[in-house]
T-cell receptor, first 114, second 114 residues
Framework: GAVVSQHPSWVICKSGTSVKIECRSL??????MFWYRQFPKQSLMLMAT?????????EQGVEKDKFLINHASLTLSTLTVTSAHPEDSSFYIC??????????FGPGTRLLVL | AQSVTQLDSHVSVSEGTPVLLRCNYS??????LFWYVQHPNKGLQLLLK??????LVKGINGFEAEFKKSETSFHLTKPSAHMSDAAEYFC????????????FGKGTMLLVSP
């Protein structure tokens, strides 16, 4: 099946620093990738849709200046959490469309902000 | 608009007994429906998908689901539970184009006892 990777899998940082998370489609090209956030024991919440070569589309309530998304190539999207604070601690998951119908998910990145 | 209701937040079964995870959906269109599984601290893995072909869909690891339009249901079943099936399961709906955002159910935690 399609493979989507994320790096890093774990990150611990100090409050006020910025953290970059990479999402890569390893065996297919993805013009559209998605970033989700998952709180403990909750479902996934879509944060933004990342479009290759254009600006990301953010869901209501998600601060675009806080969560910077770059989709510079057909196989890479990055999410940067700027000036991270403890409330940004969460599990971040990306996904990508391989075919028209199915999203394939990365393994997730757990962020802990101290 | 579309929505997904997973009727049980937790389901407990004994190893070797059948599994039933219930899902009802609401959609203005003929939807695409998916079941994903998430093991602790992992990303989501696609179990199976329905995209307007056969109403009985077979997935990986012995799981299957039946699309019932009259009941707006897409329940997930497995004849015999295995300890490794213990995980969180998400029912997901998408509109026919598949490129729109996914709508997730709140998840059902499957517990399997020896």
């Amino acid at each position: 099946g399609a493979v989507v990777s994320q790096h890093p899998s774990w990150v611990i940082c100090k409050s006020g620093t910025s953290v970059k998370i990479e999402c890569r489609s390893l065996d297919f090209q993805a013009t559209t990738m998605f970033w989700y956030r998952q709180f403990p024991k909750q479902s996934l919440m879509l944060m933004a849709t990342s479009n290759e070569g254009s600006k990301a589309t953010y869901e209501q309530g998600v601060e675009k200046d806080k969560f910077l998304i770059n989709h510079a190539s057909l196989t890479l999207s990055t999410l940067t959490v700027t000036s991270a604070h403890p409330e940004d601690s969460s599990f971040y998951i990306c996904s990508a469309h391989r075919d028209q119908e199915t999203q394939y998910f990365g393994p997730g990145t757990r962020l802990l902000v101290l | 608009a579309q929505s997904v209701t997973q009727l049980d937040s937790h389901v407990s079964v004994s190893e070797g007994t059948p599994v039933l995870l219930r899902c009802n959906y609401s959609s203005s269109y003929s939807p695409s429906l998916f079941w994903y599984v998430q093991h602790p601290n992992k990303g989501l893995q696609l179990l199976l998908k329905y995209t307007s072909a056969a109403t009985l869909v077979k997935g990986i690891n012995g799981f299957e689901a039946e699309f019932k339009k009259s009941e707006t249901s897409f329940h997930l079943t497995k004849p015999s539970a295995h300890m490794s099936d213990a995980a969180e399961y998400f029912c997901v709906v998408s509109d026919p184009s598949g490129y729109s955002t996914l709508t997730f159910g709140k998840g059902t935690m499957l517990l399997v006892s020896p």
